[in-house]
């Protein structure tokens, strides 16, 4: 199995490449689906986050906050800190594992694996190869306002505050533009399944 990686800033159009390359047979897992299931009521993780940063960061049915939090760590440098030393290492076992558990299972010849923040979750090393997607920030920008319904000077604080993602481009193997239309983005993803199934058939 070959294990991609996708990345890229948010809202660029990681997800919908992802969508593309399962549509051709490829199997998928979103680092944004892993962190919910690890902060579900009750679990050790959220514990961990109350503790660190108080229960006013959970709803009253015992839920992360997450609208509240990511206002804390997208504004606060420190809190931001803080919450990704507790997040971080849980998220980047988690996501290890199921990678190894999908190996292991062999039931597709790719595996897609969607993360914006690849590098701080050092997952760049357990790939076979990586995908980078971007698009300009004003497009993103539009895209969360009008998608995520966030305002223009929170939506642009959130394009402005990721980092790292210069090295992560630099070892990426396709660069995608998320900026195009989706059918540029399907041809993409067409490109890129294919690519890596001739690479597969020629390592055998």
Known sequence: MYVLGIAGPIASGKSLLLSFLAELGALTLRADDVARELVRPGSPLLAKIASEFGSEFLTPSGELDRKRMARLIFTNHDARRRYEALFHPVLHEALVERIARARSA?????????????????LVDVLDGLAYVDAPEEVRVRRLVERLGYAEEEARRRVRAQAGL?????????????GASKENLKRAAAQIYQDI???EASDQ
């Open 106 to 122: 062999g039931q597709a010849q790719i595996l897609a694996v969607e993360a914006a923040i690849m590098e701080q979750l050092r």
């Open 197 to 199: 199934l001739k690479q």
């Open 166 to 178: 210069e090295r992560v481009r630099e070892r990426a193997r396709w660069l995608v533009d998320g």
